[in-house]
DNA sequence: CGCCGGAAGATTGTTGAACAATCTCGGGTT
DNA sequence: AACCCGAGATTGTTCAACAATCTTCCGGCG
């Protein structure tokens, strides 16, 4: 989609909608376009024709500008404007990182009642497979990490799971996406859920450790390409 | 320190020092003095009165009050203006889940390098002990906990990290500081740093987990007061 | 022919002012 | 004493102007 075909989208949906928090609400215009590919990393984001489009001042388009740039999701580069973010290897790595850290230790807390909403998300998973519906998979396996992080219960670290999601939804944007990625990594996921319903907690997490560097090899590869 | 005097003091800052990028100049202004304790937790921050002492625009200072917000340093009403923070036990119950969840797993990452830091930390603690200096005490127990995590070597998790202490500042302000409260864990973190030393980390995240939670009863006790 | 200023145009950064919406506080009524 | 209502004050939102910086294009020079 090019940025001029986003702006009558915009524009289309800024006369239907009324909006309340009119800042948020442009950043979430913007957020959901951006995620959905339809705002490619490393396009630039020109002030004046998304003001146009969104019927909103310069000021509040920059007011959003700011959120989404404290989620990593945009680039704001002085005097130059702002883009889409264009994840690097070092990104990939930050991410990693993070999810290291936090989802082996989240799979370790001794989470009460998130076993069926795993499962449930693990037949939706073998769903999509089975369709061959690559969105499908996708979104599943984000589902999937959410979870595994919700199971420590902290509002904080949860948003921090989703603002990492997010960067990964970039990533996933900004390389010619592989439409067999996500494939193994439903039974890989699978696997985890059955490794704690067996109440091995210190096997699962072990597999998903190792599971994460694997993914992070993968993509680094990927993107250095 | 009312808040007048903090205006007079906000002033005066404002006509010696030259900012760049001002609404972040002005959110580190107003950080650093809810910090120090001298806004205390409830005030309320009137827009037009900062306005005026800081020589900036409603607008910008509208925009730091924006990023102080998603700090959680501050508290938003609409129509009725911004407070800084009022923690809550819910909030104290948060933090602690947070700090739980990322202390003893950060204790287990096989950190590299850190423990010289984490010596001359213990070292500024017990000098601050025997002069008896409060203030020292609670400093270097903050750069404690922030070293811990720091052996991660991420840097989302290390602002996730600052945030929360931040917040930690502003319970201990919100409740009448109890001048003993930082002192028995001077050796509470010294031990920790044994066990580190020895190369037993998993004794030194049961003993960090249990510290912690010892702390969040006695800090949810003395706010439940 | 290619490279190096330099001015014009365009874009972003920042601020001040205006207007609308909401809250607070006081006075008056029942 | 409880309730209602209007004036004043404060916040939410937007617009318009100016300053600073970057980009582009053009002519001169080696």
Redesign the interface.
Known sequence: MTFDEVLADLQAQAKTTKHAETGLWVAAQLRSRIEAGKLKPGSKLAEEALCEALGVSR?TLR?AF?ALH?EHIVTRIPNRGVFVAHPTADDIR?IY??RR?LEP??VL?SGDASMETLAGIIKAARAAAVDGDIPGMAGANQDFHRAIVER??????NN?MD??LAEMRLVFHSMAANPAFHEPYVEDNAKIVELLEAGKLAAAADFLAGYLDRAEAQLLAAVER
């Open positions: 000021n007011e700011t404290a930050e990182r993070v850290f230790a989240a807390w420590a219960g902290s509002e904080r670290l921090l603002q990492v």
